[in-house]
């Protein structure tokens, strides 16, 4: 038992930035995250004696947080966004933070499940990761992109 928990222990410190960069994907609200990371580590300990090492720890753990962030997002009925009274409006921001947060909230218009296949791409992942991930073939994953790449152009057309 206590071998478990060490081997547990040990992929949650090697992987809490990428789990933690999964959430951040589906949520910008602080506390939302919070939260999204810790059902991914209950999800995680909850199948871990089902992970029998077919695939990598890296693709099982993407691939755990990706459903429970898909599984929330599903499960979330109204979108709020959480009002910031510190904001101000009359920062300027130089244009390549523009073009990034820009980028951003086009991808957070994407569905769930094209926006986990780029967050993926954007962590440098192959067409094999991703899919493994996510569950569908390298050949679809590259379908899918030029298709959500088209998608994103057609955001940015519309503004």
Same mark, same amino acid.
């Not at 060490?6 to 090697?14: A, N």
């Not at 939260?35 to 995680?44: E, V």
């Given at each position: ?49 089902? $992970? ?37 409006? $009359? ?69």
């Amino acid at each position: 038992m206590e071998n478990k928990e060490k081997r547990f222990e040990q992929i949650v410190t090697e992987t809490k930035s990428m789990i933690y960069t999964v959430c951040y994907m589906f949520s910008k609200d602080q506390q939302e995250v919070e939260d999204l990371f810790q059902q991914s580590l209950i999800n995680m300990w909850n199948g871990f004696d089902g $992970f029998q090492d077919k695939s990598s720890v890296k693709t099982w753990v993407y691939r755990v947080s990706l459903n429970t962030c898909i599984s929330w997002d599903r499960k979330k009925k109204v979108k709020t966004e959480p009002l910031d009274m510190n904001m101000n409006l $009359f920062t300027d921001q130089d244009e390549d933070t523009k073009q990034i947060n820009m980028l951003y909230k086009r991808i957070n218009q994407l569905g769930p499940f094209d926006r986990a296949i780029v967050l993926l791409w954007l962590e440098n992942m192959s067409y094999q990761e991703i899919g493994d991930i996510v569950g569908i073939s390298a050949k679809n994953v590259s379908v899918r992109l030029v298709r959500i790449r088209e998608e994103l152009k057609k955001m940015s057309n519309n503004k």
